[in-house]
């Protein structure tokens, strides 16, 4: 299981410039990173007309001004908008994978939304026909149930934080729940992403001693790097050039 995916450094977003000239999750950001043979680390959700983008934000308002939300646009009306005022578009999720080609492992997020399961679907049904290295990961456990079910056979991570930075978002007793993984009975995950800032707590210790693969993001610096590269089987990156692998 460890192999493809550890001791690797993922590009977060896709290997993209800290000044947005070549955007986030965008196509050119995932070209380089292949370049550069970093893993990557991508975010996976659905227009209003259900085709499969890659995008981060719940909104438009951070990456191309608008203020709505996503799934409140068919594909079609967001191709007339830009990211970070460039050229580039927001692809599909197909896309992606043509552009990445197999070459590097890739991370695949599925962000939490109400009806999950057609989602979990859509991407399940993408990915069975896609010849390249990748697992999956979400905050909501739910989803990586829902693999741990539908399709076991894909290496799943859950992705968690802490408390205080969940409870925006959630109620205080499914933060609580998440953020010290009393959710991992239930999804049964392969791999624990934990936040660069979060403390290593009793969860982490349990998680890696059942043999959970570790995996940190996200690094911003190479001092950071070589701290937490010694903790964790992998690492999630932005805005510096590491080795892409590491041993």
């Given at each position: 299981?460890?192999s493809p995916?550890a001791?690797?450094?993922?590009?977060h977003?896709?290997?993209?410039?800290?000044d947005q000239?070549?955007p986030?999750n965008?196509l050119?950001?995932f070209?380089r990173?292949?370049?550069?043979?970093?893993?990557?680390?991508?975010d996976?959700?659905f227009?209003r007309d259900?085709?499969?983008i890659?995008?981060h934000?719940d909104?438009?308002k951070?990456?191309c001004g608008v203020d709505?939300?996503?799934?409140?646009?068919?594909?079609?009306?967001l191709q007339?908008?830009?990211?970070f005022?460039t050229e580039?578009?927001?692809p599909l999720?197909?896309?992606?994978?043509?552009?990445?080609?197999g070459r590097v492992?890739a991370?695949?997020?599925?962000k939490?939304?109400?009806?999950?399961?057609?989602?979990?679907e859509?991407?399940?049904s993408?990915?069975?026909e896609?010849?390249?290295?990748?697992?999956?990961?979400?905050f909501?456990?739910?989803i990586v149930r829902y693999f741990?079910?539908?399709?076991?056979?894909i290496?799943?991570g859950?992705l968690?934080?802490?408390y205080?930075s969940?409870?925006?978002?959630?109620s205080?007793?499914?933060?609580f729940a998440m953020?010290?993984?009393l959710?991992?009975?239930?999804?049964?995950?392969h791999?624990?992403?934990f936040g660069?800032r979060?403390?290593?707590n009793?969860?982490?210790?349990?998680?890696k001693?059942?043999?959970?693969?570790?995996?940190?993001?996200?690094?911003?610096?190479e001092?950071?790097?070589d701290?937490l590269?010694?903790r964790y089987d992998?690492?999630?990156?932005?805005?510096?050039t590491?080795d892409?692998?590491y041993?």
């Amino acid at each position: 299981m460890r192999s493809p995916f550890a001791n690797r450094n993922y590009a977060h977003r896709g290997f993209y410039l800290p000044d947005q000239s070549i955007p986030e999750n965008s196509l050119d950001a995932f070209k380089r990173a292949v370049e550069f043979d970093y893993g990557v680390e991508l975010d996976v959700q659905f227009t209003r007309d259900r085709q499969l983008i890659v995008f981060h934000d719940d909104t438009l308002k951070r990456a191309c001004g608008v203020d709505a939300r996503v799934d409140e646009y068919t594909f079609e009306e967001l191709q007339a908008l830009r990211l970070f005022d460039t050229e580039h578009r927001i692809p599909l999720f197909s896309e992606v994978l043509k552009a990445l080609d197999g070459r590097v492992p890739a991370i695949v997020e599925l962000k939490s939304r109400p009806d999950y399961k057609p989602l979990c679907e859509a991407v399940l049904s993408m990915l069975s026909e896609y010849e390249g290295a990748f697992c999956v990961e979400s905050f909501d456990p739910r989803i990586v149930r829902y693999f741990r079910l539908s399709a076991p056979h894909i290496i799943r991570g859950q992705l968690t934080q802490p408390y205080s930075s969940r409870s925006r978002s959630k109620s205080p007793a499914a933060a609580f729940a998440m953020s010290r993984l009393l959710t991992s009975f239930y999804t049964r995950p392969h791999f624990i992403a934990f936040g660069v800032r979060g403390r290593r707590n009793l969860s982490w210790f349990l998680s890696k001693a059942m043999g959970a693969l570790m995996v940190c993001w996200t690094v911003k610096s190479e001092a950071e790097m070589d701290k937490l590269k010694l903790r964790y089987d992998a690492v999630i990156f932005e805005h510096f050039t590491p080795d892409s692998r590491y041993y």
